[in-house]
């Protein structure tokens, strides 16, 4: 007899159990009601795309964690996020398509990175970005946080802040410190603010090359305190005469007062002077949003403006912004940490059984009846005991059975049981639908 195989998976992909999956398709339909709402468009790319024109513009670690492989005579790869397909496929059909250009894209990308704790080989992105052709209104700027608000307000897991920021107020403000060529080493430290502390963060500046007093400066700034509109009137009075700081400083005061006009509560946002999102593919408003319970969880939404999308597919300029939820490891953390839980083992409504099979036809009647009107429901087919059918919707649990006996059959009814209280009454096919739907 030849040796079974062991059933197993590769470490790095995520699969799930029913309870589970219902939550997660829960939360991701969330998502998707709430990009549509916003008008944002439907697109689905590839999972496979051809190796040079994905890779354009990869390099150094992301070229490294790309599954590549060859078909025939082509060079292939799995798509590891969806802004370069995104890029591609704008560069491919903008003749086709109006501008702006609003779509959402939830698919799996795939990078072939270490498994570790909120970490995937293969995981679910939900994107939002608009495109502009030669430019695009700091409208969008305000949309994008407008679209995480009410995504995570619906979600329900917690109290969320939303961090913004504008690339250009810390590009300017380096210039103005004669820093301008420190920036990467400078961001990448600010970076470490929160773990570190102020002192620690200041000792690691200088023994980096930066001089005291500009450390001083650099700590001072990036611990402004204060409301957004109490931050923005602080840096102001900086009195910094640099005009790449001063715009950025405007477009952050005109975004926050766009955000209001949205409708975003104070309570959930503000702005955040350590964000960069990048060293180099942002270059004006930059997110992050936490979870202001489960800081560990990190940003749980990302995103920023990029000046031109399409530079490595075309001459025409395309600049965009956008955000995305990494779903599968969002869903991971909270799952792990409590803050959800799978407690849904069916989507059915109404589970139809027969005391026998002789009754099949007139319970498959009654279920084609519920479903047409709109309650999911499922028939039990399987010749066995009724003892045993009812455990098999409790194990399910299902909050109603639809049991058709012989009295049911001669009157046409159904004794429809409520699983959770026990109740139990004879009633029409239609009245049952009634009770369902209350």
């Not at 608000?149 to 107020?169: A, D, H, Q, S």
């Not at 611990?223 to 931050?231: C, H, L, N, Y």
């Not at 005061?253 to 960069?276: C, Q, W």
Request: net charge negative.
């Amino acid at each position: 007899m030849a040796e079974k195989m062991t059933p197993r998976i590769l470490p790095g992909f995520m699969e799930l159990l029913p309870p589970e999956q219902i939550l997660f398709n829960s939360m991701y339909d969330t998502i998707r009601r709430n990009y549509e709402k916003f008008g944002f468009l439907p697109l689905d790319t590839p999972t496979i795309e051809l190796s040079e024109v994905l890779l354009a513009k990869a390099g150094g670690e992301t070229e490294k964690q790309i599954y590549r492989f060859e078909k025939g005579d082509n060079d292939l790869s799995l798509r590891f996020d969806l802004t370069v397909p995104l890029a591609r496929y704008v560069a491919q059909h903008s003749q086709e398509l109006a501008f702006p250009f609003k779509r959402y894209q939830m698919s799996k990308v795939f990078r072939g990175e270490r498994p570790q704790k909120g970490r995937f080989r293969e995981f679910y992105q939900c994107d939002i970005d608009v495109i502009g052709d030669e430019k695009l209104d700091l409208i969008y700027d305000a949309e994008m946080p407008a679209v995480i608000y009410n995504v995570f307000r619906e979600l329900n897991i917690g109290k969320f802040t939303i961090k913004l920021n504008n690339r250009k107020i810390l590009s300017g403000f380096f210039e103005s410190l004669n820093l301008s060529d420190r920036v990467t080493d400078i961001l990448r430290t600010i970076d470490k603010f929160d773990k570190i502390g102020a002192q620690k963060m200041r000792a690691e500046l200088i023994s980096e090359g930066i001089p005291e007093a500009d450390a001083d400066k650099i700590l001072s700034f990036i611990t402004i305190s204060g409301s957004a509109d109490e931050k923005i009137a602080s840096l102001n009075r900086l009195g910094i005469d640099n005009a790449l700081f001063c715009e950025g400083v405007d477009e952050l005061a005109k975004v926050v007062g766009y955000m209001r006009s949205y409708g975003i509560d104070d309570a959930y946002f503000n702005i955040e002077l350590t964000i960069a999102r990048g060293l180099d593919y942002y270059t004006g408003t930059v997110y992050e949003t936490n979870l202001d319970d489960y800081p560990a969880l990190g940003s749980v939404c990302s995103g920023g403006r990029y000046d031109n999308l399409t530079a490595y597919y075309t001459d025409r300029k395309l600049p965009g912004i956008g955000i995305s939820i990494g779903l599968t490891r969002l869903f991971s953390q909270l799952l792990a940490a409590g803050i959800i839980s799978a407690d849904k083992k069916s989507l059915v409504k109404v589970l139809v059984v027969p005391t026998d099979l002789e009754k099949m036809n007139a319970c498959l009647k009654a279920a084609r009846f519920f479903r047409n009107e709109d309650i999911p429901c499922d028939v039990y087919s399987l010749d066995k005991g009724l003892k045993q059918k009812m455990k098999y919707a409790g194990r399910l649990a299902v909050p109603f059975v639809a049991l058709i006996g012989d009295d049911e059959l001669r009157d046409g009814k159904v004794a429809l049981k409520n699983m959770q209280s026990g109740e139990q009454t004879v009633v029409t096919v239609a009245e049952a639908a009634e009770i369902m739907k209350k």
